[in-house]
């Protein structure tokens, strides 16, 4: 059901605000009675808490403290070369609960982990993901560009197949990380929830984009997702510059990020009926928090790249945190 506090502050809001564009009552009745016949026929309800938790909270991993789960950003990218095998084993070895895995296509549509569209940051190759077959990106070095090259030269880009299979055979916690394609990432993560029924137990579905999650949840409904957030994303950059030089789009965007940043806090959870939020460490607060959990979800921050920071997430918010490095302070990745 939906929760009757955050149902009248949001159609209230609504219904004024409509009512001062339109100066029709009755329009604005319409309006606003729409909007919540939408939400209330369309929105998927959460799956079951104690479900949620197993995977939110599984009884693995070292790193963290008391119930507080530590994933690997990127498979743990300062570390070894992100996304990849290696990089898998090392979060295992240095106490990760999980690793989140960043879901990309071959041309040849072959589900993979890549975090870019392109391989030209990570690998010793140059070109968009969309140009280069699975047999292509098979000859690539994906510790080419990494700080500890030397040491795991040569390692490949895995499939998503590949690198799930190394995650169940280490007990570790999958966060997928879908960049986009609603529909080929729905149904390839469709098939590999029928081939390892385990991940329904341990794995979540994340993303920047609503559509991904709503997709997801219309293809299997019994899958744990999350919603990821970084507020002012549209305007501006990861370490708060601004992404427009021109004022007139930078303040459009600004305005558009207010929107969208409401429109995560109030409706599209609702509509995707997510079990976890993930958002951008700088914004995380006690009382943030509590703001999800009484609304059944909990938060996850990221990137959380300093003793001092896990020591605030761990002992005084005991909220889970994705983190670069299992080993030491490092710097962000936005």
């Not at 799956?47 to 693995?60: G, I, K, Q």
């Not at 890549?114 to 994906?142: C, F, I, W, Y």
């Amino acid at each position: 059901m939906l929760q009757l506090g955050d149902d009248v502050t949001l159609y209230s809001v609504v219904f004024v605000l409509v009512l001062l564009g339109t100066r029709s009552p009755v329009w604005t009745t319409v309006l606003t009675s729409s909007l919540y016949l939408f939400v209330a026929m369309f929105r998927f309800p959460q799956v079951p808490s104690s479900r949620a938790r197993l995977v939110l909270h599984p009884a693995t991993g070292t790193a963290g403290s008391g119930n507080v789960s530590v994933v690997a950003h990127r498979c743990g990218g300062h570390d070894a070369p992100e996304n990849t095998i290696v990089a898998i084993r090392e979060s295992s070895k240095n106490g990760a609960t999980g690793v989140e895995l960043d879901l990309e296509f071959s041309a040849d549509s072959v589900p993979i982990l890549m975090h870019d569209e392109t391989v030209d940051r990570t690998t010793n190759g140059s070109g968009p993901l969309s140009q280069m077959r699975l047999s292509e990106l098979g000859k690539l070095d994906a510790a080419a560009k990494h700080r500890l090259r030397e040491r795991f030269a040569g390692e490949k880009i895995p499939t998503l197949e590949e690198a799930v299979e190394e995650c169940i055979k280490l007990q570790l916690t999958i966060y997928f990380d879908v960049k986009g394609h609603p529909d080929e990432a729905a149904a390839a993560l469709k098939e590999l929830y029928k081939q390892h029924p385990v991940l329904y137990n341990t794995s979540i579905v994340c993303s920047f984009e609503p559509k991904v999650i709503y997709r997801m949840r219309q293809s299997d409904p019994e899958v744990v997702t999350a919603l990821t957030h970084r507020p002012w994303s549209l305007s501006r950059l990861g370490d708060g510059a601004p992404r427009f030089s021109s004022p007139w789009k930078h303040n459009w965007m600004t305005l558009m990020d207010i929107v969208l940043d409401w429109a995560h806090h109030h409706v599209l959870w609702k509509l995707c009926g997510i079990s976890a939020f993930l958002i951008q460490k700088n914004f995380v607060s006690e009382d943030y928090v509590q703001y999800w959990a009484r609304r059944g979800v909990e938060v996850v921050a990221w990137t959380v790249n300093t003793k001092v920071e896990k020591d605030f997430y761990q002992e005084l918010l005991h909220v889970n945190y994705i983190t670069d490095s299992l080993v030491e302070d490092c710097e962000p990745h936005y």
